[in-house]
């Protein structure tokens, strides 16, 4: 039987026919040893089923990820940019099978006004890259954002709730913090000013840690490009992680020293850039329960997926954790493969669809910015989703519409997405539909002028016009491969499905990967909606199909 992520919705079959051919001939070529380690066209990826997994674990956009074991269970967080809700927060059992659990800041406005609905001016900007740690029984997330300084928030539980977000630094120019408290319990926050030629600097906490003393700012490194830091302490010294750019590409680099303060009189490269495979670099150094250590990362160069995650094992030798396969120089390399860190866990899949019968948004939905609050609705309609229209900041742009909803695009070897709306409620001026945008977008839907409506397709602000539609029932299809090139297609009866349009490149830009959105505007008053019954999204599961695809 073919293994599809998620089985538990009622189009099933026809999606298992749109993809088998595809499904089929990547898992031959798995089956047949052929398996490409080439960035982008792996034909698994994960949890093999079998006590081994393939990189990427997670073949979407987890970028600046930071990992932390509590117990049994792993915790990584992602940097989310203008989506919101921010800052999103991921849970394992085995550093492999991921879900999430939820998001750290519910209200991006706090952070800046630039980052609400009706201003949408922090593309490329907003949350960047975080750290995620345990102290004192308490959850504890410091991050930065290149225009506003570092925040910081704290919960008793992962799952919240969080602490409001408090500024810890408000200054413009700094990025990849992480906080660090000694054993006499002191607390320090290491940081890169990226204004000041990447100079990396050390403050204390106060006892609170929600301010630095800053008459204790002390610079620790420099070097092209010194970010991505990270304090640890092993076996008495302090180590300090980071990355920096040589001329091979962005390397994983350490510093290690017998004071937090330094001198730090040893360095240690960790890793090779490894550009073939979008040089991993930034994320969470991890000790299993049994002794073994791993690195979860992200690969710092994005492809239309955005920054893939990947499990790498780290190799301790004279002090220093070597990270992936280590090389006759003593330097790590990627590695594509390895054995589970714990077996016994159920195979695990990231979620996707949504049926909108539960009373708020599971949290794989992330909207563009801070959605206007009194625009949208779970209950109006219950078991439908309700997208009221409103006025763009600009027509025709699917970056600069409100309320646009999204979620992440997986690059897998075939994925599918299906989506029912009602255009009972639409109102003159108004555009809503199916989208998939980075830098570039695509749009395609509906527009009403007057009583008619028609299909239309935008492609980054040029519109191609489709058929006229008499009822109020309209399927919208998105479907893509490894390729990366989504072709859109519409039924009226949710069973014959028409293609329109030219396949559109999925892209990526503003350092994020594709994202999928429903979006819902109107160019002429605040006025009409659409409701959308079901968000569909099959992809291809890590675990590959037999040859026979029985």
């Keep these: 039987m073919n293994r599809w992520i998620p089985l538990n919705f009622s189009m099933t079959h026809w999606i298992r026919l749109l993809l088998g051919s595809l499904l089929f001939s990547a898992t031959s070529l798995m089956l047949s040893g052929a398996y490409s380690a080439t960035w982008g066209e792996w034909s698994t990826w994960g949890d093999q089923g079998d006590g081994t997994y393939w990189n990427p674990v997670l073949p979407s956009d987890y970028s600046d990820l930071d990992c932390i074991r509590v117990g049994a269970d792993y915790y990584a967080i992602s940097s989310t940019f203008q989506f919101s809700p921010g800052m999103v927060i991921l849970h394992s059992r085995d550093l492999v099978n991921w879900t999430i659990v939820g998001h750290a800041i519910t209200d991006l406005t706090k952070i800046s006004p630039e980052l609400n609905w009706d201003r949408m001016n922090r593309y490329g900007r907003g949350i960047w890259a975080g750290a995620l740690r345990y102290h004192d029984h308490t959850f504890w997330i410091y991050f930065g ?95 300090h992680f980071f990355s920096e750019v040589q001329p091979e590409g962005r390397v994983i680099m350490m510093q290690r020293s017998k004071k937090i303060t330094g001198p730090y009189w040893e360095k240690k490269q960790l890793k090779h850039a490894d550009r073939e495979a979008m040089e991993p670099n930034q994320g969470g150094l991890i000790e299993g329960p049994d002794g073994q250590w791993y690195f979860f990362t992200h690969h710092g160069r994005g492809s239309w997926e955005g920054r893939a995650a990947s499990l790498l094992p780290v190799t301790w030798i004279e002090g220093w954790p070597i990270v992936g396969a280590v090389g006759a120089d003593g330097i790590g390399q990627m590695v594509w493969s390895g054995k589970m860190p714990a077996t016994g866990m159920s195979v695990g899949a990231l979620p996707t669809s949504d049926e909108f019968s539960a009373s708020t948004l599971p949290p794989q939905w992330e909207w563009n910015y801070q959605p206007r609050a009194d625009k949208w609705s779970l209950t109006e309609r219950p078991g439908w989703l309700r997208l009221h229209a409103f006025r763009p900041l600009e027509s025709g742009n699917a970056l600069k519409a409100g309320n646009t909803l999204t979620q992440r695009c997986l690059r897998t070897a075939a994925s599918a997405v299906v989506v029912e709306l009602d255009l009972g409620g ?125």
């Excluded at 989208?435 to 002028?449: I, L, P, R």
């Excluded at 819902?520 to 026979?548: E, K, L, Q």
């Design 145 to 239: 954002t290149p225009d506003e300084g570092y925040f910081m928030t704290k919960a008793k539980e992962i799952t919240g709730p969080w602490e409001p977000v408090h500024p810890v630094f408000a200054e413009a120019g700094w990025d990849d913090c992480c906080p660090f408290w000694d054993d006499d319990g002191q607390g320090w926050l290491v940081g890169t000013n990226f204004k000041d030629d990447y100079k990396i600097h050390l403050w204390k906490l106060t006892p609170d840690g929600r301010e630095i003393m800053r008459e204790s700012d002390k610079v620790i490194y420099q070097s092209k490009g010194s970010e991505a830091s990270k304090l640890y302490k092993f076996n008495g010294l302090y180590y």
């Design 426 to 550: 639409m109102a003159d001026g108004q555009h809503a539909g199916l989208c998939h945008f980075a830098k570039t977008f695509s749009m395609f839907g509906v527009t009403q002028n007057g009583a008619r409506r028609t299909l239309e397709n935008l492609i980054n602000g040029a519109t191609t016009t489709g058929p006229a539609l008499t009822g109020n029932q309209l399927w919208l299809k998105s479907v893509w491969g490894l390729d990366g090139k989504s072709q859109y297609s519409y039924s009226v009866d949710g069973v014959t499905f028409t293609d329109f349009g030219p396949p559109y490149p999925l892209a990526w830009g503003n350092y994020r990967g594709d994202r999928l959105g429903l979006y819902s505007y109107n160019d002429c008053s605040n006025a009409g909606y659409v409701d959308v019954n079901f968000f569909h999204y099959a992809y291809a599961g890590s675990i590959p199909t037999n040859s026979s695809g029985k």
